[in-house]
Each structure stands twice: as C-alpha cells, then as structure tokens.
C-alpha cells in the first residue's frame, strides 16, 4: 500500500500546505489583484467564472452587486470566513492577509 492510500489527508495536507506558503510569501510581490487573488491562494478555491469549491468571482459580484455594504461585507468574510452563504463548504479565515489586500482583492471581485 503506498503511503497516499494509508493517509487519505496527505492530499488535502499538501494543499493546505501550499496555501499558506502562498499566503506567507506571495503577497509582496503582487502588482494586480489578479497576481494577488493567485498569491493569497484565492484561485485555489474559486474561478473568475466557473463554480471550483467556491463561488465563481462573477456569481459573487453577481450576488452583491447595488449592495452599499458589499466590499465591507465580503472583506468580514474573507478576514474571518464564513460558512452557509453558498453551499455546505465554509471558506476559511483568512486572517493573515493585510486589510488593504483584502479590500484591494474584494473591490476586485465585486467588478467582475
């Protein structure tokens, strides 16, 4: 038995892994919100346009577009997660990243 089908997590280890070296290294280097949505590991759950774990970033600003509170809402909700807002899947907090990374990656989102 190889060591992947004895720790069915390594996968999901592997991936949280990643997300968080993205998350401690990325960031600085990024120039656009896309360069920064892929450096804090947004792209590993959500699309601009297609359903991945997430909502695409189009069904997001979809949902809130005409909505004053939207950047002010969706940021709560990157900082600390959310769960229920768009299937059983929860997002994580992201608590690591910077405000004005989250407010720049938010704006973003809402202009799809």
Same mark, same amino acid.
């Given at each position: 038995m190889t060591p992947q089908?004895?720790? *069915? =997590? #390594?996968?999901? #280890?592997? !991936?949280?892994?990643? #997300?968080?070296?993205?998350l401690a290294v990325g960031t600085a280097h990024a120039?656009?919100?896309?360069e920064l949505a892929r450096a804090s590991g947004c792209m =590993?759950?959500?699309s601009a346009a297609e359903k991945v774990v997430? *909502? =695409?970033? !189009?069904s997001i600003a979809d949902k809130y577009r005409g909505q004053a509170d939207a950047v002010a809402s969706l940021s709560q909700s990157v900082r600390n997660g959310s769960r229920g807002n768009w299937g059983r899947i929860p997002? *994580? *907090?992201h608590? =690591? #990243?910077a405000e004005a990374d989250i407010k720049t990656l938010v704006t973003w989102v809402v202009k799809h």
């Amino acid at each position: 038995m190889t060591p992947q089908n004895t720790h *069915p =997590s #390594l996968g999901a #280890l592997a !991936k949280q892994a990643a #997300l968080i070296t993205a998350l401690a290294v990325g960031t600085a280097h990024a120039s656009t919100p896309e360069e920064l949505a892929r450096a804090s590991g947004c792209m =590993s759950c959500h699309s601009a346009a297609e359903k991945v774990v997430g *909502p =695409s970033f !189009k069904s997001i600003a979809d949902k809130y577009r005409g909505q004053a509170d939207a950047v002010a809402s969706l940021s709560q909700s990157v900082r600390n997660g959310s769960r229920g807002n768009w299937g059983r899947i929860p997002m *994580p *907090p992201h608590a =690591s #990243l910077a405000e004005a990374d989250i407010k720049t990656l938010v704006t973003w989102v809402v202009k799809h």
